[in-house]
């Protein structure tokens, strides 16, 4: 068994130097409610081709670590009675133990970039949770020490979000708000809080990647875009949910990997569906965005 296994329009991408775009599967698995969570991962690639890069989506199958899924397999995955929602620490029993799951934000940028991959779209990073300053998503530590673009409407709404800001200040990553100032919030455009860094176009991200690269730090570079207005839900309004919905989570003993998966759930039942139509809209322009920041990524780099 290969340790990891590229589809064959992704290695052929990868040996020209065409720019491929990585995306995560935990969305799939336990982000997304079916059938939506496979509608979204199709909607995902076809973007990213749009745009003239090669989506590679990484999940673990049966064990093996793939990169780029053939459309059986996403299908496979999205219909999967009860994958493992896999984080960095859990990558070495899963394939250990011949299991299958979706990757997270942080296995995501682990496996991509062993593979020579540069860009990964994902919808919300992890962080640190509300009430719970000792529960820290391996997402950050992942930014901190993989150099990989990562791509992202921001960190979860349902976070502590100044804390989150705060540890990635703290862990050296770079966050850049795409055509905003301000650090935006998964399903709401903006959380107030002001961020040091902005870019407004794909070039720029491409120039601080290649200057991240000269200096030579080891960290990722956080793009965060901000949900189409249009489709975002307010902020102050988006706080009322939240503030309910953990503190049902709390009741209940939720904790855990099986937090962030329960409170997205929760979020999509109390707003009616419209966290879901944020995060479909959030996931596809991620995945543009990505595919353009790609493009001039490769190019940035050619001889
Ligand atoms: N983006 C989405 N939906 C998701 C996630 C991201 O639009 O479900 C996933 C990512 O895989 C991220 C994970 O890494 O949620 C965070 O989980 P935790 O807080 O347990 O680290
Ligand atoms: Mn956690």
């Known amino acids: 068994m290969p340790d990891i296994l590229l589809a064959p329009d992704v290695a052929q991408a990868l040996r020209d130097g065409h720019p491929v775009?990585?995306?995560?599967?935990?969305?799939i698995?336990?982000?997304?409610p079916r059938p939506l969570n496979m509608d979204v991962a199709r909607e995902m690639e076809e973007m990213v081709r749009q745009e003239g890069a090669v989506p590679a989506t990484i999940a673990v199958l049966e064990g093996q670590p793939c990169i780029g899924l053939e459309p059986e397999q996403m299908e496979r995955l999205a219909a999967e009675p009860s994958p493992v929602k896999i984080s960095l620490r859990d990558l070495p029993a899963v394939v250990a133990r011949r299991a299958t799951g979706g990757t997270t934000v942080a296995a995501t940028m682990h496996l991509a970039h062993r593979a020579g991959l540069r860009?990964?779209?994902?919808?919300?990073?992890?962080?640190?949770?509300?009430?719970?300053?000792?529960?820290?998503s391996a997402d950050l530590p992942a930014l901190a020490s993989i150099p990989i673009v990562v791509v992202?409407?921001?960190?979860?709404?349902?976070?502590?979000l100044p804390r989150t800001l705060e540890m990635l200040e703290t862990l050296g990553v770079p966050v850049v708000g795409y055509g905003t100032d301000t650090f935006p919030a998964f399903t709401s455009p903006t959380s107030g809080l002001l961020l040091s860094l902005r870019a407004d176009s794909p070039e720029e991200v491409a120039a601080m990647a290649r200057a991240r690269d000269d200096l030579g730090l080891r960290t990722a570079i956080l793009v965060t875009v901000p949900v189409p207005e249009e489709d975002g839900i307010p902020w102050e309004e988006a706080q009322s949910e939240i503030e309910t919905i953990v503190a049902q989570a709390e009741r209940e003993g939720i904790h855990g990997p099986a937090l962030t998966p329960y409170l997205l759930a929760r979020l999509a039942q109390q707003t009616d569906g419209r966290s879901l139509r944020a995060n479909r809209a959030l996931l596809l322009q991620n995945a543009r965005v990505a595919a353009r920041i790609t493009r001039a990524v490769s190019n940035s780099t050619q001889f």
Do not use: N
């Open 21 to 27: 775009v990585a995306l995560e599967s935990a969305l």
């Open 152 to 160: 992202c409407a921001g960190a979860k709404a349902i976070l502590d």
């Open 29 to 32: 698995t336990h982000g997304l």
């Open 119 to 136: 860009v990964f779209a994902t919808g919300g990073i992890g962080g640190v949770h509300r009430g719970h300053p000792e529960d820290i």
